[in-house]
């Protein structure tokens, strides 16, 4: 009896001890639960710098007339607000002091402070848009301006070349002065008038100078040649000459013949 207790002591004992091996490998194989990592929020765009209009139309060209009417009428806030305040931009088309100084009729000193405001707010577009957008604005002209309603821009693309037209005034994009987004500054050799405030009256364009008429080659006398030589073509008083010659002639012989008869 002793005998037969042994084996299933022994059985018992080593089903209990693969039965507690099997639990502790089940626990210790069962890995904690691993938390996400956090994924990092991306980096807030840095803002753009500041640009400041005023700087970069008095260092950039001969552009102090403008300059002075815009801080005058305080477009210049407008343009500088649109710049640094907005996703838009501006795009501003800026004429030179020359093209101030040429414009003789008509005259900007005979229009309203209102009117004057109107005018520059004219030369800005609420976008930034560089060289190559031109194209498209081509094809969505007209584009309106700061000014607003009837302050339209025509432009057109020729062969590379930003043309605008404003009714009164037709000139092209003569040079890029700043052309980094938020801000686009363009140097124009006319002024822009809008029809909105001059009329559509306008003055026809000044016809080309008419070049220069080129006087014929004078006509080669008659007695000579286009080499200088004398012309062996004989001149009416020759002429004259031979016919008197030939009726002296004449009355001798007639009279000779008279003589022989009478001595005859």
Known sequence: MKNMESPMIFIVCSALLLLC???AYAQTAKSPPISPTPTPSPAPAPAPEYVNLT???????????????????????????????????????????SAFSSLKKP???????DQLKSLLLFHGLPHFY?????????????????????????????SGVAKISSGWSNTKVSSSVHSTDPVAIYQVDKVLLPEAIFGTDIPPTPAPAPSP????????????????????????????????????????????????????
């Open 130 to 158: 560089s060289l190559a957008d031109f194209k498209n604005l081509t094809q969505l002209s007209p584009v309106p301006t700061f000014a607003g309603g009837q302050y339209t821009l025509n432009f057109t693309d020729v």
């Open 21 to 23: 091996t099997s639990t």
């Open 107 to 113: 005259s900007l000193s005979n229009l309203t402070k």
């Open 55 to 97: 700087d970069l139309l008095t260092v950039a060209g001969p552009f102090q007339t403008f300059l002075t009417y815009l801080q005058s009428t305080k477009v210049l806030d407008t343009f500088q607000n649109q710049a640094n305040n907005t996703e838009e931009g501006v795009t501003i088309f800026v004429p030179t002091n």
């Open 213 to 264: 008429d080129i006087a014929p080659a004078a006509d080669t006398p008659s007695g000579t040649t286009s080499g200088g030589k004398a012309s062996t073509t004989s001149s009416p008083s020759n002429s004259s000459y031979k016919i008197i010659s030939w009726g002296i002639w004449s009355q001798l012989v007639l009279a000779l013949s008279g003589v022989l008869v009478l001595f005859l």
